[in-house]
């Protein structure tokens, strides 16, 4: 099958990523000696520079990983939870029946540069000044900003020459978005500051460690209370103030969890758990499995029948979250059993289904009250929470997301997010803003992921781990909202059952549905919608039309931006998304 890139291969160590500067990154630092976590963590600060669009240091930053010691996977939470101040009763107060996906309101704790820090201390082997150099360089003398920055800017230029003039002095310099070299001063002097506290004590791990204190009980936080304090516009339309407090920041930190997994034939697929999505694709991996004779694969195009079989499969992953998923107790070891997979099988026909079906996992399924409302409502222009991926297929705007594989074995996968440029008002002193993923709560009370102070919101970032007979062998993910773990299943599906390699299966069309709410402000969902790619061909649009599926043709490529990494005895492999052009490996 045609290719847009070859898939790479090598020996030495592998990184793929949403943009090539990061990838360049996470080879530099390869090449100088470190691991694969001091790749990630040095690509991962290069992303909030050279992409300000889709995460920043205010966002959170969810991982998988196996060392070269140990195959067993951990995950990464850095993810901050809502401030203490975020009370239902708050926001009834103020007349809102969702959280606004924009300004202050919708804050939770910064988590990125905790959970950047926490992985490296732990598990990489440079100090943070080798690592964070490449950022600060950046930030103070500039990084070539791609065209969709610029785009980004347009569509909240009047907001921020209107009600955010401080992100229009960071972003609109002389009256015009940014383009060309942008320089950020103001985060590179927030990162020598961090760094010069952090070098107050001697030690790498201390001076790790003096470095989170700096954020979190130092100017950061001090800077982020005093700034929320202050009222700007959200896409409610209306002036808030934040909620956000020093004391949130200094009573969080970041962590390790146990993910969850689930063993597909001779694969182990590994998720995070039910407080994000990523237990959909577990659910969507295990419906299709009994469907394998099904799934196939002619010249690296799936069969109508097997876009089919994955939509339908979605739709019941999808309202499982709905219903089931959060910060909270879980029923994971119902979700992903044998006897509810069949079950939840046997609802799959050969028609689309309208409905949004959740299983009755823990007794009777309970959806959010206002569902019906936001049925068929699109999001409009403006100031934009999550820049989802719109009808068409267009993209304004998401997330991040990196793999790194090193010769010795250690293998990660992150997605980081959040801070978005467009999200929230910049904090001057320095030089980024907060993030807005409080919008993915509920204010409807009695759910699973409904608002409650000091609470992790449902995310959809979503990174991906697995392990074949056993050993880690494969690291791979996307950005793309609710619908990262949709094309995720399209990457599985033709690996897994088409026997394509990683840089095919990124290749082969994608495709998702919308029949379900979105995670962003203002929630919309429509019922039988299924975007897909024009290379699927016209034939195959047109059968799935006659099963009932409402088909948006999205283009020739459009949906996605995944990259991969993988490691098979002593062979690394590498390959990202050429969609949006922004995307490469690297590696030798």
């Known amino acids: 099958m045609f290719t847009t890139r070859p898939e790479l291969t090598g020996t030495f160590g592998m990184v793929a990523s949403t943009h090539w500067l990061a990838s360049a990154t996470g080879m530099a630092v390869l090449e100088d000696g470190g691991n694969a976590f001091d790749a990630a963590v040095a690509a991962g600060f290069v992303l909030q520079v050279a992409e300000p669009h889709l995460c920043g240091p205010a966002g959170q930053v969810p991982g998988?990983?196996?060392?070269?010691?140990?195959?067993?996977?951990?995950?990464?939470?850095?993810?901050?939870?809502?401030?203490?101040?975020a009370t239902p009763e708050h926001f009834a107060s103020?007349?809102?029946?969702?959280?606004?996906?924009?300004?202050?309101?919708?804050?939770?704790?910064?988590g990125a540069w905790d959970g950047w820090l926490l992985l490296l201390r732990d598990y990489g082997t440079k100090p943070l000044r080798e690592v964070l150099k490449y950022a600060i360089g950046y930030a103070r003398n500039g990084v070539p900003l791609v065209s969709r920055v610029g785009d980004t800017i347009r569509a909240v230029e009047r907001l921020f020459a209107e009600h955010w003039p401080t992100s229009a002095a960071l972003w609109m310099p002389d009256g015009k978005p940014a383009s060309g070299l942008h320089r950020n001063p103001a985060l590179a002097g927030t990162w020598e500051r961090l760094l010069r506290e952090?070098?107050?004590?001697?030690?790498?791990?201390?001076?790790?460690?003096?470095?989170?204190?700096?954020?979190?009980?130092?100017?950061?936080?001090?800077?982020?209370?005093?700034?929320?304090?202050?009222?700007?516009?959200d896409d409610s339309g209306r002036d808030h103030a934040g909620l956000l407090t020093g004391d949130d920041l200094a009573s969080w930190s970041a962590s390790y969890e146990d993910p969850a997994f689930v063993d597909v034939g001779d694969w182990r697929l590994v998720k995070l758990g039910g407080w994000t999505q990523g237990p959909a694709l577990l659910q969507q991996a295990l419906l299709l499995h009994g469907f394998?004779?099904?799934?196939?694969?002619?010249?690296?195009?799936?069969?109508?029948?097997?876009?089919?079989?994955?939509?339908?499969?979605?739709?019941?992953?999808?309202?499982?979250?709905?219903?089931?998923?959060?910060?909270?107790?879980?029923?994971?070891?119902?979700?992903?059993?044998?006897?509810?997979?069949?079950?939840?099988?046997?609802?799959?026909?050969?028609?689309?289904?309208?409905?949004?079906?959740p299983g009755d996992a823990r007794g009777p399924a309970r959806l959010p009250a206002?569902?019906?409302?936001?049925?068929?409502?699109?999001?409009g222009d403006g100031a934009t929470g999550e820049p989802t991926v719109g009808p068409q297929g267009q993209t304004r705007g998401d997330t991040v997301h990196l793999d790194v594989v090193d010769a010795a074995g250690n293998l990660v996968s992150l997605t980081p997010s959040g801070g978005w440029l467009q999200s929230s008002p910049a904090i001057p002193s320095l030089g980024f803003c907060l993030d807005s993923r409080g919008q993915m709560f509920w204010l409807e009370q009695g759910l699973p992921n409904s608002l409650a102070p000091r609470k992790r919101p449902r995310i959809t970032l979503s990174p991906s781990l697995a392990l074949r007979d056993g050993v880690p062998t494969l690291a791979f993910g996307t950005p793309g909202g609710d619908q990262q773990d949709q094309w995720q299943l399209c990457f599985w599906?033709?690996?897994?059952?088409?026997?394509?390699?990683?840089?095919?299966?990124?290749?082969?069309?994608?495709?998702?549905?919308?029949?379900?709410?979105?995670?962003?402000?203002?929630?919309?969902?429509?019922?039988?919608?299924?975007?897909?790619?024009?290379?699927?061909?016209?034939?195959?649009?047109?059968?799935?039309?006659?099963?009932?599926?409402?088909?948006?043709?999205?283009?020739?490529?459009a949906l996605g931006r995944l990259s991969a990494v993988s490691r098979?005895?002593?062979l690394l492999r590498a390959a990202a998304n050429a969609r949006g052009m922004q995307g490469y490996a690297a590696g030798r």
Not at 68 to 74: F, H, K, L, Q
Not at 374 to 379: H, I, P, T, V
Not at 521 to 541: D, K
């Open 64 to 85: 998988l990983f196996v060392t070269a010691d140990d195959p067993t996977p951990r995950a990464l939470a850095s993810q901050g939870p809502s401030p203490a101040g």
């Open 94 to 110: 103020l007349g809102l029946d969702l959280i606004p996906g924009s300004g202050l309101l919708p804050a939770t704790v910064p």
């Open 198 to 233: 952090a070098e107050s004590v001697t030690g790498r791990e201390a001076q790790i460690d003096a470095g989170r204190r700096a954020w979190s009980q130092g100017f950061v936080a001090e800077a982020i209370e005093e700034f929320s304090r202050q009222a700007f516009r």
């Open 292 to 357: 394998r004779d099904d799934l196939s694969y002619v010249d690296g195009i799936p069969s109508e029948r097997t876009v089919h079989l994955a939509t339908e499969a979605a739709k019941l992953a999808f309202a499982d979250r709905e219903a089931w998923y959060g910060d909270t107790d879980v029923p994971l070891d119902v979700l992903l059993s044998p006897a509810y997979t069949d079950a939840r099988r046997a609802l799959i026909t050969d028609t689309a289904s309208p409905d949004l079906r």
């Open 370 to 379: 206002i569902l019906d409302s936001l049925r068929g409502l699109e999001a």
């Open 493 to 557: 599906l033709a690996h897994v059952y088409g026997g394509l390699n990683l840089q095919e299966s990124i290749d082969t069309p994608a495709w998702h549905t919308t029949a379900f709410p979105s995670s962003f402000y203002p929630r919309a969902w429509n019922p039988r919608e299924l975007v897909a790619e024009s290379r699927l061909g016209s034939s195959t649009l047109d059968a799935l039309r006659e099963r009932g599926h409402a088909v948006v043709d999205a283009g020739d490529w």
């Open 568 to 570: 098979t005895g002593g």
